[in-house]
Protein backbone atom coordinates (compact mmCIF):
# COMPACT_ATOMS: atom_id res chain seq x y z
CA UNK A 1 0.00 0.00 0.00
CA UNK A 2 1.37 3.69 -0.85
CA UNK A 3 2.40 6.08 2.16
CA UNK A 4 -0.72 7.94 0.64
CA UNK A 5 -3.28 5.31 1.02
CA UNK A 6 -1.81 4.66 4.46
CA UNK A 7 -2.56 8.24 5.18
CA UNK A 8 -5.81 7.85 3.79
CA UNK A 9 -6.72 4.74 5.87
CA UNK A 10 -5.18 6.13 8.96
CA UNK A 11 -7.17 9.36 8.71
CA UNK A 12 -10.14 7.85 8.14
CA UNK A 13 -9.65 5.13 11.28
CA UNK A 14 -9.22 8.89 12.96
CA UNK A 15 -12.48 9.77 11.54
CA UNK A 16 -14.75 6.59 12.54
CA UNK A 17 -12.97 6.70 15.96
CA UNK A 18 -14.06 10.06 16.70
CA UNK A 19 -17.99 10.56 14.95
CA UNK A 20 -18.34 7.56 17.03
CA UNK A 21 -17.62 8.52 20.38
CA UNK A 22 -19.47 11.79 19.18
CA UNK A 23 -22.37 9.79 18.24
CA UNK A 24 -22.20 7.59 21.06
CA UNK A 25 -22.32 10.80 23.87
CA UNK A 26 -24.47 12.98 21.18
CA UNK A 27 -26.73 9.66 21.51
CA UNK A 28 -26.69 8.97 25.02
CA UNK A 29 -26.80 12.66 26.35
CA UNK A 30 -29.73 13.50 24.01
CA UNK A 31 -32.05 12.81 26.97
CA UNK A 32 -30.05 14.21 29.44
CA UNK A 33 -30.25 17.51 27.31
CA UNK A 34 -34.15 17.30 26.87
CA UNK A 35 -34.26 17.20 30.98
CA UNK A 36 -31.97 20.25 31.18
CA UNK A 37 -34.50 21.76 28.55
CA UNK A 38 -37.45 20.87 30.57
CA UNK A 39 -35.88 21.76 33.84
CA UNK A 40 -34.58 25.30 31.83
CA UNK A 41 -38.45 25.81 30.44
CA UNK A 42 -40.21 25.12 34.12
CA UNK A 43 -37.71 27.06 35.68
CA UNK A 44 -38.56 30.02 33.21
CA UNK A 45 -42.52 29.74 33.65
CA UNK A 46 -42.63 29.49 37.21
CA UNK A 47 -39.71 31.32 38.59
CA UNK A 48 -39.27 33.51 35.91
CA UNK A 49 -36.13 35.38 34.61
CA UNK A 50 -34.71 35.63 38.29
CA UNK A 51 -35.09 32.03 38.92
CA UNK A 52 -32.54 31.45 36.01
CA UNK A 53 -30.37 33.68 37.26
CA UNK A 54 -30.32 32.52 40.50
CA UNK A 55 -29.33 28.94 39.01
CA UNK A 56 -26.85 30.68 36.75
CA UNK A 57 -25.10 32.13 39.55
CA UNK A 58 -25.16 29.49 41.95
CA UNK A 59 -23.79 27.14 39.57
CA UNK A 60 -21.22 29.39 38.21
CA UNK A 61 -20.40 29.85 41.58
CA UNK A 62 -19.97 26.07 42.73
CA UNK A 63 -17.90 25.66 38.75
CA UNK A 64 -15.64 28.59 39.58
CA UNK A 65 -14.50 27.55 43.66
CA UNK A 66 -14.37 23.84 42.20
CA UNK A 67 -11.67 24.42 39.70
CA UNK A 68 -9.32 25.40 42.07
CA UNK A 69 -10.67 23.11 45.10
CA UNK A 70 -10.46 20.31 42.41
CA UNK A 71 -7.38 20.60 41.54
CA UNK A 72 -7.65 19.63 37.51
CA UNK A 73 -8.23 16.24 38.72
CA UNK A 74 -10.74 15.68 36.28
CA UNK A 75 -8.58 16.05 33.14
CA UNK A 76 -4.62 15.61 34.49
CA UNK A 77 -5.86 12.28 36.36
CA UNK A 78 -6.95 10.57 32.81
CA UNK A 79 -3.28 10.38 31.27
CA UNK A 80 -2.26 8.10 34.39
CA UNK A 81 -5.11 5.79 33.82
CA UNK A 82 -5.13 5.42 30.53
CA UNK A 83 -1.33 4.77 30.21
CA UNK A 84 -1.59 1.69 32.82
CA UNK A 85 -4.97 0.44 31.46
CA UNK A 86 -3.60 -3.02 30.38
CA UNK A 87 -1.28 -3.27 33.57
CA UNK A 88 -4.44 -4.54 36.08
CA UNK A 89 -2.61 -4.18 39.35
CA UNK A 90 -0.67 -0.78 38.27
CA UNK A 91 -4.08 0.27 37.46
CA UNK A 92 -6.21 -0.99 40.73
CA UNK A 93 -3.32 1.27 42.56
CA UNK A 94 -3.83 4.48 40.39
CA UNK A 95 -7.77 3.74 40.72
CA UNK A 96 -7.20 3.75 44.59
CA UNK A 97 -5.26 7.14 44.46
CA UNK A 98 -7.30 9.35 42.15
CA UNK A 99 -10.28 8.14 44.39
CA UNK A 100 -8.15 9.40 47.47
CA UNK A 101 -7.49 12.74 45.82
CA UNK A 102 -11.16 13.08 44.66
CA UNK A 103 -12.29 12.67 48.23
CA UNK A 104 -9.54 15.62 49.72
CA UNK A 105 -10.98 17.65 46.65
CA UNK A 106 -14.43 17.00 47.88
CA UNK A 107 -13.79 17.73 51.48
CA UNK A 108 -11.92 20.62 50.38
CA UNK A 109 -14.19 22.16 48.14
CA UNK A 110 -17.44 21.78 51.48
CA UNK A 111 -15.14 23.37 53.34
CA UNK A 112 -14.00 27.07 51.37
CA UNK A 113 -17.77 27.07 50.11
CA UNK A 114 -19.00 26.96 53.23
CA UNK A 115 -16.57 29.32 54.73
CA UNK A 116 -16.78 31.56 52.17
CA UNK A 117 -20.64 31.84 52.22
CA UNK A 118 -21.21 35.19 53.60
CA UNK A 119 -18.42 36.82 51.43
CA UNK A 120 -20.19 34.95 48.28
CA UNK A 121 -23.70 36.49 49.54
CA UNK A 122 -22.89 39.67 50.03
CA UNK A 123 -20.70 40.76 47.29
CA UNK A 124 -22.84 38.48 44.22
CA UNK A 125 -26.64 39.48 45.77
CA UNK A 126 -25.48 42.53 47.88
CA UNK A 127 -27.39 41.33 51.31
CA UNK A 128 -26.90 37.70 53.52
CA UNK A 129 -30.33 36.14 52.00
CA UNK A 130 -28.69 33.57 50.43
CA UNK A 131 -25.41 32.86 52.82
CA UNK A 132 -27.53 29.60 53.61
CA UNK A 133 -28.13 28.70 50.15
CA UNK A 134 -24.13 28.31 49.74
CA UNK A 135 -23.40 26.55 52.58
CA UNK A 136 -25.76 23.75 51.85
CA UNK A 137 -24.20 23.61 48.09
CA UNK A 138 -21.32 22.70 49.77
CA UNK A 139 -23.01 19.48 49.84
CA UNK A 140 -22.64 19.38 46.21
CA UNK A 141 -19.12 20.27 46.23
CA UNK A 142 -18.21 17.49 48.34
CA UNK A 143 -20.57 14.74 45.99
CA UNK A 144 -19.42 16.74 42.54
CA UNK A 145 -15.45 16.05 43.69
CA UNK A 146 -16.44 12.06 43.92
CA UNK A 147 -18.20 11.65 40.58
CA UNK A 148 -14.92 13.63 38.83
CA UNK A 149 -12.82 11.00 40.12
CA UNK A 150 -14.93 8.10 39.32
CA UNK A 151 -15.95 9.70 35.60
CA UNK A 152 -11.90 9.84 35.32
CA UNK A 153 -11.15 6.69 36.03
CA UNK A 154 -13.65 5.67 33.59
CA UNK A 155 -12.51 7.94 30.70
CA UNK A 156 -9.33 6.57 31.28
CA UNK A 157 -10.20 2.85 30.87
CA UNK A 158 -12.06 3.41 27.71
CA UNK A 159 -15.51 2.99 29.27
CA UNK A 160 -17.37 5.72 27.59
CA UNK A 161 -20.33 4.05 27.28
CA UNK A 162 -20.64 3.32 31.07
CA UNK A 163 -19.54 6.89 31.76
CA UNK A 164 -22.64 8.28 29.42
CA UNK A 165 -25.02 5.98 30.99
CA UNK A 166 -23.86 7.06 34.28
CA UNK A 167 -25.07 11.18 33.49
CA UNK A 168 -27.88 10.09 31.05
CA UNK A 169 -29.72 8.12 34.23
CA UNK A 170 -28.67 10.78 36.85
CA UNK A 171 -29.75 13.31 34.67
CA UNK A 172 -33.27 11.77 34.36
CA UNK A 173 -33.76 11.26 38.11
CA UNK A 174 -32.33 14.33 39.43
CA UNK A 175 -34.95 15.89 37.04
CA UNK A 176 -38.41 14.18 37.84
CA UNK A 177 -37.05 14.94 41.91
CA UNK A 178 -36.53 18.51 40.99
CA UNK A 179 -40.36 18.94 38.86
CA UNK A 180 -42.28 19.29 42.55
CA UNK A 181 -39.65 21.37 44.19
CA UNK A 182 -39.75 23.86 41.82
CA UNK A 183 -43.89 24.06 41.87
CA UNK A 184 -43.49 24.29 45.54
CA UNK A 185 -40.56 25.30 46.51
CA UNK A 186 -40.13 28.43 44.48
CA UNK A 187 -36.87 30.19 44.98
CA UNK A 188 -35.91 28.07 47.48
CA UNK A 189 -35.99 24.66 45.17
CA UNK A 190 -32.88 26.23 42.77
CA UNK A 191 -30.29 25.25 45.24
CA UNK A 192 -31.77 21.84 46.58
CA UNK A 193 -32.64 20.76 42.86
CA UNK A 194 -28.54 21.18 42.55
CA UNK A 195 -27.73 18.98 45.16
CA UNK A 196 -30.36 16.60 44.55
CA UNK A 197 -29.35 16.30 40.35
CA UNK A 198 -25.50 15.82 42.55
CA UNK A 199 -26.74 12.69 44.06
CA UNK A 200 -28.45 11.00 41.50
CA UNK A 201 -25.40 11.91 38.81
CA UNK A 202 -23.23 10.34 41.33
CA UNK A 203 -25.52 7.24 42.54
CA UNK A 204 -25.65 6.02 38.67
CA UNK A 205 -22.24 6.68 38.05
CA UNK A 206 -21.12 4.39 41.29
CA UNK A 207 -23.44 1.39 39.14
CA UNK A 208 -20.90 1.36 36.62
CA UNK A 209 -18.02 2.08 38.55
CA UNK A 210 -14.36 0.16 37.70
CA UNK A 211 -14.64 -2.78 40.22
CA UNK A 212 -10.69 -4.10 39.59
CA UNK A 213 -8.85 -2.43 42.39
CA UNK A 214 -10.31 -4.93 45.45
CA UNK A 215 -9.23 -3.67 48.59
CA UNK A 216 -5.94 -1.72 48.36
CA UNK A 217 -4.11 -0.65 51.28
CA UNK A 218 -3.18 3.37 50.81
CA UNK A 219 -0.94 4.97 52.91
CA UNK A 220 -1.28 9.16 52.86
CA UNK A 221 2.22 8.93 51.49
CA UNK A 222 1.60 7.06 48.89
CA UNK A 223 -0.87 8.80 48.09
CA UNK A 224 0.80 11.95 47.85
CA UNK A 225 3.59 10.21 46.15
CA UNK A 226 1.74 8.63 43.43
CA UNK A 227 -0.72 10.79 42.83
CA UNK A 228 1.86 14.73 42.66
CA UNK A 229 2.49 13.83 38.96
CA UNK A 230 -1.09 14.38 37.80
CA UNK A 231 -1.90 16.61 40.75
CA UNK A 232 0.68 19.04 39.30
CA UNK A 233 -0.49 19.39 36.25
CA UNK A 234 -3.86 19.29 37.21
CA UNK A 235 -3.44 22.43 39.69
CA UNK A 236 -1.88 24.36 36.62
CA UNK A 237 -5.17 23.44 34.77
CA UNK A 238 -7.27 24.39 37.56
CA UNK A 239 -5.40 27.94 38.50
CA UNK A 240 -6.17 28.70 34.31
CA UNK A 241 -10.08 27.16 35.02
CA UNK A 242 -10.50 29.25 37.74
CA UNK A 243 -9.19 32.29 36.23
CA UNK A 244 -11.77 31.85 33.06
CA UNK A 245 -14.57 31.20 35.42
CA UNK A 246 -13.72 34.02 38.02
CA UNK A 247 -13.97 36.62 34.83
CA UNK A 248 -17.21 34.83 33.85
CA UNK A 249 -18.78 35.17 37.41
CA UNK A 250 -17.58 38.75 37.80
CA UNK A 251 -19.22 39.75 34.74
CA UNK A 252 -22.29 38.04 35.82
CA UNK A 253 -21.98 39.68 39.17
CA UNK A 254 -21.25 43.10 37.21
CA UNK A 255 -24.88 42.82 35.51
CA UNK A 256 -26.41 41.57 38.75
CA UNK A 257 -25.30 44.51 40.61
CA UNK A 258 -25.46 47.17 38.02
CA UNK A 259 -28.49 45.96 36.17
CA UNK A 260 -30.65 43.31 37.41
CA UNK A 261 -30.87 39.49 38.18
CA UNK A 262 -33.37 39.58 35.41
CA UNK A 263 -30.81 40.66 33.27
CA UNK A 264 -28.21 37.85 34.32
CA UNK A 265 -31.02 35.22 33.51
CA UNK A 266 -31.34 36.68 29.60
CA UNK A 267 -27.63 36.18 29.78
CA UNK A 268 -27.55 32.95 31.42
CA UNK A 269 -30.11 31.58 28.66
CA UNK A 270 -28.10 33.33 25.50
CA UNK A 271 -24.89 31.38 26.71
CA UNK A 272 -26.67 28.17 27.70
CA UNK A 273 -27.58 27.87 23.97
CA UNK A 274 -24.38 28.90 22.58
CA UNK A 275 -21.78 27.67 24.58
CA UNK A 276 -23.00 24.91 26.99
CA UNK A 277 -25.36 23.44 24.43
CA UNK A 278 -23.04 23.27 21.76
CA UNK A 279 -20.11 22.52 24.23
CA UNK A 280 -20.95 18.72 24.60
CA UNK A 281 -20.07 18.53 20.72
CA UNK A 282 -16.82 19.77 21.83
CA UNK A 283 -16.79 17.52 25.64
CA UNK A 284 -17.81 14.68 23.02
CA UNK A 285 -14.91 14.55 21.18
CA UNK A 286 -12.53 15.64 23.72
CA UNK A 287 -13.09 12.18 25.40
CA UNK A 288 -11.49 10.22 22.46
CA UNK A 289 -9.09 13.30 21.33
CA UNK A 290 -7.16 14.09 24.75
CA UNK A 291 -5.79 10.54 25.86
CA UNK A 292 -5.11 9.98 22.01
CA UNK A 293 -2.72 13.45 21.54
CA UNK A 294 -1.31 12.67 25.36
CA UNK A 295 -0.06 9.22 23.94
CA UNK A 296 1.56 10.89 20.92
CA UNK A 297 2.66 14.43 22.06
CA UNK A 298 6.31 13.77 21.21
CA UNK A 299 5.70 13.67 17.72
CA UNK A 300 4.79 16.42 15.51
CA UNK A 301 4.10 14.99 12.90
CA UNK A 302 1.44 12.86 14.61
CA UNK A 303 0.60 16.13 16.35
CA UNK A 304 -0.08 17.99 13.16
CA UNK A 305 -2.33 15.37 11.80
CA UNK A 306 -4.54 14.68 14.58
CA UNK A 307 -5.20 18.34 15.51
CA UNK A 308 -5.50 19.13 12.07
CA UNK A 309 -8.15 16.17 11.00
CA UNK A 310 -9.48 17.16 14.36
CA UNK A 311 -10.53 21.12 13.20
CA UNK A 312 -11.38 19.76 9.90
CA UNK A 313 -13.98 17.28 11.54
CA UNK A 314 -15.14 19.43 13.90
CA UNK A 315 -16.15 22.09 11.39
CA UNK A 316 -17.69 19.98 9.57
CA UNK A 317 -20.05 19.12 11.97
CA UNK A 318 -20.23 22.38 13.77
CA UNK A 319 -21.24 24.83 10.50
CA UNK A 320 -24.15 23.16 9.61
CA UNK A 321 -24.82 23.37 13.03
CA UNK A 322 -24.45 27.10 13.08
CA UNK A 323 -27.08 27.55 9.95
CA UNK A 324 -29.90 25.63 11.87
CA UNK A 325 -29.77 27.21 14.82
CA UNK A 326 -29.65 30.85 13.27
CA UNK A 327 -32.70 29.33 10.93
CA UNK A 328 -34.17 27.85 14.44
CA UNK A 329 -33.61 30.58 16.53
CA UNK A 330 -37.07 31.69 17.16
CA UNK A 331 -38.55 28.66 17.60
CA UNK A 332 -35.39 27.48 19.66
CA UNK A 333 -36.25 30.61 22.05
CA UNK A 334 -40.02 29.74 21.86
CA UNK A 335 -39.79 25.87 23.15
CA UNK A 336 -36.71 26.25 25.29
CA UNK A 337 -37.79 29.34 27.01
CA UNK A 338 -40.83 31.87 26.70
CA UNK A 339 -41.05 35.35 24.51
CA UNK A 340 -39.69 36.97 27.54
CA UNK A 341 -36.53 35.78 26.48
CA UNK A 342 -37.02 36.87 22.89
CA UNK A 343 -34.35 39.40 24.03
CA UNK A 344 -31.59 37.15 23.53
CA UNK A 345 -32.28 36.58 19.74
CA UNK A 346 -29.35 39.56 18.87
CA UNK A 347 -27.08 38.12 21.32
CA UNK A 348 -27.08 34.56 20.73
CA UNK A 349 -27.27 35.36 16.73
CA UNK A 350 -23.76 36.31 16.94
CA UNK A 351 -22.60 34.64 19.35
CA UNK A 352 -23.11 31.44 17.83
CA UNK A 353 -20.40 32.09 15.60
CA UNK A 354 -17.58 31.95 18.18
CA UNK A 355 -18.00 28.27 18.01
CA UNK A 356 -15.81 27.74 14.62
CA UNK A 357 -12.61 30.02 16.20
CA UNK A 358 -13.80 27.58 19.39
CA UNK A 359 -13.25 24.66 17.53
CA UNK A 360 -9.91 25.43 16.29
CA UNK A 361 -8.14 27.19 19.51
CA UNK A 362 -9.92 23.78 21.26
CA UNK A 363 -7.86 21.28 19.20
CA UNK A 364 -4.97 23.70 19.44
CA UNK A 365 -4.95 24.24 23.32
CA UNK A 366 -5.18 20.32 24.04
CA UNK A 367 -1.71 20.27 22.73
CA UNK A 368 -0.62 22.30 25.50
CA UNK A 369 -2.05 20.06 27.84
CA UNK A 370 -0.74 16.99 26.04
CA UNK A 371 2.68 18.22 26.57
CA UNK A 372 2.26 19.17 30.12
CA UNK A 373 3.18 22.52 29.92
CA UNK A 374 1.24 23.90 32.90
CA UNK A 375 2.92 27.31 32.68
CA UNK A 376 1.66 27.80 29.46
CA UNK A 377 -1.32 26.77 29.72
CA UNK A 378 -1.91 29.48 32.60
CA UNK A 379 -0.91 31.78 30.39
CA UNK A 380 -3.09 30.92 27.21
CA UNK A 381 -5.80 30.96 30.12
CA UNK A 382 -5.12 34.32 32.25
CA UNK A 383 -4.43 36.30 29.04
CA UNK A 384 -7.90 35.09 27.79
CA UNK A 385 -10.49 35.58 30.37
CA UNK A 386 -8.54 39.72 30.96
CA UNK A 387 -9.47 39.89 27.29
CA UNK A 388 -12.65 38.13 27.25
CA UNK A 389 -14.17 40.11 30.24
CA UNK A 390 -12.74 43.82 29.12
CA UNK A 391 -14.74 42.93 25.55
CA UNK A 392 -17.89 41.40 27.38
CA UNK A 393 -18.21 44.89 29.97
CA UNK A 394 -17.38 47.63 27.16
CA UNK A 395 -19.54 46.33 24.43
CA UNK A 396 -22.24 45.69 26.68
CA UNK A 397 -22.37 49.27 28.24
CA UNK A 398 -22.03 50.46 24.11
CA UNK A 399 -24.33 47.20 22.61
CA UNK A 400 -26.47 46.00 25.07
CA UNK A 401 -27.16 42.14 24.79
CA UNK A 402 -25.97 42.12 21.19
CA UNK A 403 -22.61 43.64 22.13
CA UNK A 404 -21.95 40.29 23.92
CA UNK A 405 -22.25 38.35 20.86
CA UNK A 406 -20.06 40.67 19.25
CA UNK A 407 -17.63 40.26 22.36
CA UNK A 408 -17.71 36.43 22.57
CA UNK A 409 -16.86 35.91 18.52
CA UNK A 410 -13.92 38.96 19.08
CA UNK A 411 -13.04 36.98 22.40
CA UNK A 412 -12.56 33.45 21.18
CA UNK A 413 -10.69 35.02 17.95
CA UNK A 414 -8.33 36.54 19.91
CA UNK A 415 -7.88 33.68 22.40
CA UNK A 416 -7.37 31.45 18.63
CA UNK A 417 -4.20 33.77 18.16
CA UNK A 418 -2.91 33.45 21.73
CA UNK A 419 -3.23 29.77 21.63
CA UNK A 420 -1.67 29.85 17.94
CA UNK A 421 1.72 31.94 19.73
CA UNK A 422 2.53 28.85 21.83
CA UNK A 423 1.27 26.09 19.47
CA UNK A 424 3.29 27.69 16.09
CA UNK A 425 5.73 29.40 17.78
CA UNK A 426 6.54 27.27 20.88
CA UNK A 427 6.21 24.06 19.79
CA UNK A 428 6.48 24.40 16.31
CA UNK A 429 3.29 22.61 15.28
CA UNK A 430 1.26 23.29 12.25
CA UNK A 431 -1.82 23.08 10.73
CA UNK A 432 -2.63 21.31 7.32
CA UNK A 433 -3.99 22.92 4.11
CA UNK A 434 -7.32 21.61 4.26
CA UNK A 435 -7.50 22.57 7.57
CA UNK A 436 -6.94 26.23 6.98
CA UNK A 437 -9.55 25.82 3.87
CA UNK A 438 -12.06 24.21 5.79
CA UNK A 439 -11.66 27.47 8.55
CA UNK A 440 -12.13 29.64 5.61
CA UNK A 441 -15.00 27.85 4.11
CA UNK A 442 -17.04 27.76 7.69
CA UNK A 443 -16.10 31.84 8.15
CA UNK A 444 -17.57 32.65 4.79
CA UNK A 445 -20.41 30.42 5.38
CA UNK A 446 -21.86 31.00 8.67
CA UNK A 447 -21.28 35.02 8.30
CA UNK A 448 -23.11 34.83 4.40
CA UNK A 449 -25.80 32.76 6.70
CA UNK A 450 -26.14 35.31 9.57
CA UNK A 451 -26.50 37.92 6.60
CA UNK A 452 -29.07 36.01 4.72
CA UNK A 453 -31.18 36.02 8.13
CA UNK A 454 -30.94 39.57 8.38
CA UNK A 455 -31.40 41.05 4.98
CA UNK A 456 -33.51 38.29 3.13
CA UNK A 457 -37.26 37.36 3.25
CA UNK A 458 -37.57 34.20 5.68
CA UNK A 459 -38.58 31.82 3.06
CA UNK A 460 -35.43 32.03 1.00
CA UNK A 461 -34.07 31.01 4.73
CA UNK A 462 -35.90 28.03 4.97
CA UNK A 463 -35.67 26.84 1.50
CA UNK A 464 -31.16 28.35 0.86
CA UNK A 465 -29.68 27.40 4.87
CA UNK A 466 -31.23 23.59 4.73
CA UNK A 467 -29.52 22.74 1.35
CA UNK A 468 -26.31 24.48 2.27
CA UNK A 469 -26.39 22.37 5.18
CA UNK A 470 -26.38 19.22 3.73
CA UNK A 471 -23.13 19.87 1.79
CA UNK A 472 -21.28 19.71 4.48
CA UNK A 473 -22.80 15.48 4.86
CA UNK A 474 -20.15 14.33 2.04
CA UNK A 475 -16.92 15.71 3.14
CA UNK A 476 -18.31 13.92 6.15
CA UNK A 477 -18.77 10.63 4.52
CA UNK A 478 -15.48 11.05 2.55
CA UNK A 479 -13.75 11.20 5.96
CA UNK A 480 -15.49 8.07 7.32
CA UNK A 481 -14.90 6.04 4.36
CA UNK A 482 -11.74 7.02 2.95
CA UNK A 483 -9.45 4.04 3.34
CA UNK A 484 -12.45 2.12 0.70
CA UNK A 485 -11.24 4.85 -1.86
CA UNK A 486 -7.21 4.28 -1.16
CA UNK A 487 -7.13 0.51 -1.30
Not at 92 to 119: D, E, K, N, Q, T
Not at 329 to 334: A, E, K
Not at 349 to 375: P, Q, R, T
Amino acid sequence: MSDVAKQGKGKSGLSRGVLKVMGLFSGMQIFNILCSIIKTKLVAMWLQAEGVGLFGMYNTTIETISTFTNMGLRQSSVRDISINKNNSSRLAFIVAVVRRWSLVAGLLGAIVISALAPILAESIFGDWTHCWGFVALSASMMLNAMLMGEQSILQGTGRLKALAKGSFWGTLTGLVASVPMFYYMGEDSVVWSIIVYSVFVLGFTLLYRHKGDGRIALSWGETYREGKGFVRLGICMSIASFITNIAHLAFMTYLNRTVSTEEVGLFQAGYTLVIRYAGLIFAAVGMEFFPRLSANNHSAHRVNLFVSHEITLLLLVVTPMILLFLLCRNLIVDVLYTREFYAIIPFISCAIMCNIFKAVSYCMAFSIIAKGDGKYFIFTEGVDAVVGLTLNIVLYQCMGLMGIGVAYVLWFLIYCLIVGVVYFGRYGFRLSAEAYRMIGISILVSAGALAMMELLPMWVNIVALPIVSTCFLPPLKRMYYRNKKSK
